[in-house]
């Protein structure tokens, strides 16, 4: 029986088409891993399936209640991003929904809490469609993977690995089949100018040669007989080459560049002093003498389960530090949402407007995308025009709290070489270990309330 039936579903938003013919079924109890770029359509799907917006055309069958639980990125005070998440998965749950959809559940999760995720979801029995750029959680949960891109929706059979291992073979596949027939038609070409040429010579008389002489020689029915044969021969070619498929060129994913716009003097310098520092929340002890010091060119990891006071411990060293500084936090509410991409990162910068529209480019923001109003950009959108602002300040210390979550891969990619190439001081936090290991020079966590080197 099928949950879900996609049949043709075209929609579009502000005349641009977001998914175009989508066909899909999805039987009752399939777990699928949804997944695609930033701006992509993912979050737009899941509305469709909980009815929130209705498809332009075509049709969407869905069957059984639907229980969403949305991509979170705004912030509540009294709790952590993470231990949100967890409620409102935990409240999804017990209402024993036949068809749950968790758009990017472990944004904010620490490893003990994906792992209680993944056996949590593995216990449900119903109909499950995971929206993640969690490659691990993927793997972990899906037994299909859809992919949407340029308003397609592919599916894969399998998870994560799978998937990439298909589209891989897919990609040789198409490459083979385009590399051969353009080889084809080159072929074809070159056999038709080469008969074209000789259909002229045959008419042609020799220069030497009179033309009542040449009539003589080769006698006017004959060069029409095989005129006529080469000009079939063209015909017959031409057509060849009409029928031959057309193959679409293989998109190769374009790898993001991003240079480092901050000039830094080669000395390197002390950005942050922190001498046996009592890190509290309301009153509560959270994390006892914390001491370390980051210099220019060093990148500080602090790692820790959540709710064990990263984020506070940054806030309360930034509030005691004067010089000056890049913050990001997934604080949307920094935005001005009317205004659009280039207007909420110009301000920031110090860079002329080129640079910034490059750096934005670089993170996927491109051509007439960065005059979109950021209240109608899509979760992943946001969070980039955040990031950005703090990476076009001028200065030469970054603190990022979590700035990869909500990111596509690509992203994350650019994101990762320009803190490689950035020569001032980062302090970081991220529950993303392949983050960790590329970009940390040194690491940090919070264990029983003290905060030691690892
Ligand atoms: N009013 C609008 N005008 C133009 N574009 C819009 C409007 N509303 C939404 N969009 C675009 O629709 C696209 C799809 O958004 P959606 O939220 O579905 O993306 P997503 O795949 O969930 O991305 P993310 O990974 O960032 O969460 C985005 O590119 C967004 O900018
Ligand atoms: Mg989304």
């Known amino acids: ?60 069958i869905v069957t059984g209640r639907v229980s969403y639980v949305p991509q979170l990125n705004q912030i509540d005070h009294e709790k952590s991003d993470g231990e949100q998440m967890m409620m409102r998965i935990n409240e999804a749950l017990v209402r024993q929904p036949d068809i749950l959809i968790l758009d990017e559940p472990t944004s904010n999760l620490d ?57 891989n073979m897919r990609f040789s596949t198409q490459t083979h089949k385009y590399n051969n027939a353009v080889t084809q038609r080159k072929h074809l070409k070159r056999a038709i100018d080469e008969v074209q040429r000789r259909e002229k010579q045959v008419t042609k008389r020799p220069k030497n040669i009179s033309p009542s002489d040449a009539r003589l020689i080769s006698g006017k029915g004959k060069a029409l007989k095989s005129q006529k044969k080469l000009a079939q021969n063209v015909k017959s070619m031409t057509k060849r080459l009409s029928n031959l498929e057309q193959i679409d060129k293989p998109l190769v994913d374009k790898s993001l560049k991003l240079q480092a716009i901050v000039e830094q003097n080669s000395k390197p310098k002390t950005m942050l002093k922190v001498l046996n520092e009592q890190v509290t929340r309301n009153g509560r002890l959270l994390i006892k003498n914390v001491n370390f010091n980051l210099e220019t060119g060093q990148r500080l990891a602090i790692l820790g389960p959540n709710g064990t006071g990263k984020t506070t411990l940054i806030k309360q060293i930034l509030v005691n530090n004067h010089d000056s500084y890049g913050y990001f936090t997934q604080n949307l509410a920094t935005l001005i949402g009317s205004k659009t991409i280039i207007e909420n990162v110009l301000p920031y910068s110090s860079q002329t407007s080129q640079v910034a529209r490059d750096f934005l480019g670089a993170f996927g923001l491109k051509r007439d995308k960065v005059f979109q109003p950021v209240d109608t950009l899509s979760g992943g959108e946001k969070v980039k025009v955040l990031l950005l602002q703090v990476l076009l300040t001028d200065t030469r210390l970054l603190v990022l709290d979590e700035p990869t979550n909500f990111l596509d891969l690509s992203a994350i990619d650019a994101l990762a070489n320009f803190l490689l190439q950035y020569e001032g001081a980062v302090l970081f936090v991220s529950h993303y270990r392949d983050f960790v290991t590329r970009v940390a020079t040194k690491k940090m966590m919070i264990k029983d309330e003290t905060l030691i080197q690892v």
Not at 22 to 44: D, F, Y
Not at 125 to 150: E, P
């Open 1 to 60: 029986m099928q949950a879900i039936i996609f049949n043709k579903v075209i929609y579009t938003i502000g005349g641009r088409n977001i998914l175009n013919h989508v066909t899909q079924q999805v039987k009752v109890g399939e777990r699928i891993g949804l997944i695609g770029s930033n701006g992509s359509g993912k979050t737009t799907l899941a509305r469709l399936l909980t009815g929130n917006l209705q498809p332009d055309d075509g049709k969407l």
């Open 111 to 167: 490893m003990q809490h994906q792992n209680w995720l993944i056996r949590r979801l593995n216990h449900f029995y119903g109909t499950l469609i995971i929206i993640s750029h969690d490659t691990y959680l993927l793997n972990k949960t899906s037994q299909s993977i859809w992919a949407i891109s340029d308003t397609k929706l592919i599916s894969y059979s399998g998870n994560y690995d799978d998937y990439l291992y298909q589209k």
